[in-house]
């Protein structure tokens, strides 16, 4: 039975990274596809002033799209931003640290402020959302879009997005804090391996070394 263990803890640290990786994932595609809101923001803008400008019409509905295109891009991105490593970093010495030290730090931080954070957001704002969506409440411009509930449900997904990468943070720094290389916190913004525990990562766990790229 004692020598069985080591194999189950590693057996267990593997499906925790390959777990991270997949929940990773998540994030992942939802960032690449609201990424395409932008050009549609752009092209929707631009029909906007080619109506009025060009053709003396105007359209509410239209105008009130491109205020949903952009909360859904900065809400629902904010996941992924963070993912990416890409949101402003007040700490100058990140940076500097070992990948140990970053991985103490991305670890406390994600428990001690983004969790509670997002907690509070969820729960400040369930009951706002709820009675929003019971009265179906819409646009109090006449031709607007009838979909406010929808744009307010954005104060819970983003919050909940937030807490899933998260738990990726807390599962990749623990994992590495525990000697698996293969979570190693990035040593930049911008270069976290996306899946990388879904495929590679929990490979290179069992070989005993990182994983490819």
């Given amino acids: 039975m004692a020598d069985d263990s080591p194999l ?79 949101h402003v970093r007040v700490d100058i010495f990140y940076q500097r640290f070992s990948p140990r030290g970053r991985a103490w730090v991305d670890l406390l931080g994600t428990l001690l402020l983004l969790i509670p954070v997002c907690l509070f957001i ?22 607007g879009l009838p979909y406010v509930y929808w744009l307010k449900t954005l104060l819970v997904v983003m919050p909940v997005l937030l807490l899933l990468q998260g738990v990726v943070w807390v599962l990749r720094s623990g994992l590495f804090l525990a000697g698996v290389d293969a979570a190693a916190p990035p040593a930049a913004p911008g270069r976290a391996a996306i899946g990388q525990g879904a495929t590679g990562g929990a490979e290179g766990l069992v070989k005993g070394g990182p994983p490819d790229g």
């Fill in 122 to 143: 969820l729960t400040a704002s369930w009951d706002y959302v709820r009675e929003s969506w019971a009265v179906s409440e819409g646009s109090r411009e006449a031709g």
């Fill in 8 to 86: 189950a803890e590693k057996g267990l640290k593997a499906r925790l990274l390959r777990l991270a990786g997949w929940l990773d994932l998540v994030n992942h595609w939802v960032g690449r596809v609201i990424a395409w809101l932008a050009l549609a923001m752009v092209l929707v803008t631009f029909l906007v002033v080619v109506l009025r400008y060009g053709f003396d019409e105007g359209s509410i509905a239209l105008q009130e799209s491109v205020t949903y295109m952009h909360a859904m891009l900065f809400m629902l991105g904010a996941a992924f931003t963070l993912q990416q490593n890409g």
